[in-house]
């Protein structure tokens, strides 16, 4: 189960690439809050592809349930409201949380919980073949023009990494 924070959804939907996402998808409904329903009433044109990809099923809504986790978590002033539901929702339902954000993913990995981050699904979507290298790095490159933030270094590893699968 792979549980989104609201980064990886918003630059997947701003290069329309929502589509490519299958198996299960879920977003808390602080993360669904967040990015649709505000994204909605501040005129985010790429929030109605997210709505679209609910109503498509492509992810489930799902509720973040009181734990001692996420009582821990909430109690982390650096932590988002929606990143404490994401990490809760990961390791209530043994899934993987996908987030950028270095600062939770350190707290995942303490807490146990698995993390990927969107450079990730399109290296996995390419080494899959459901999409080519070409279209991975074209992906990679148009997130980067719309604002997604990839450091140099990181950014040459991704190259790397899709260089190697296309020999």
Avoid at 59 to 68: M, N, Q
Avoid at 82 to 100: F, I, N, P, S
Wanted: net charge negative; with cysteine.
């Amino acid at each position: 189960m792979w549980v989104f924070d609201a980064t990886p959804l918003i630059y997947l939907a701003k290069v329309d690439r929502l589509a490519l996402l299958d198996g299960s998808c879920v977003l808390p409904e602080r993360v669904y809050e967040e990015v649709v329903e505000t994204g909605l009433e501040q005129g985010y044109p790429d929030t109605r592809r997210i709505e679209r990809s609910v109503d498509a099923d492509r992810f489930d809504i799902v509720s973040v349930e009181t734990t001692p986790l996420l009582s821990r978590l909430q109690d982390n002033s650096n932590l988002s409201d929606a990143d404490v539901a994401v990490l809760t929702c990961a390791d209530a339902h043994d899934g993987v949380a996908v987030m950028d954000e270095t600062y939770g993913r350190d707290v995942a990995a303490a807490e146990g919980i698995t993390t990927r981050g969107t450079a990730y699904l399109v290296l996995k979507l390419a080494s899959e073949g459901a999409i080519s290298v070409d279209d991975a790095r074209t992906m990679i490159d148009a997130m980067i023009d719309e604002g997604w933030y990839c450091a140099p270094d990181v950014y040459t590893k991704i190259i790397q990494k899709l260089e190697s699968l296309a020999d």
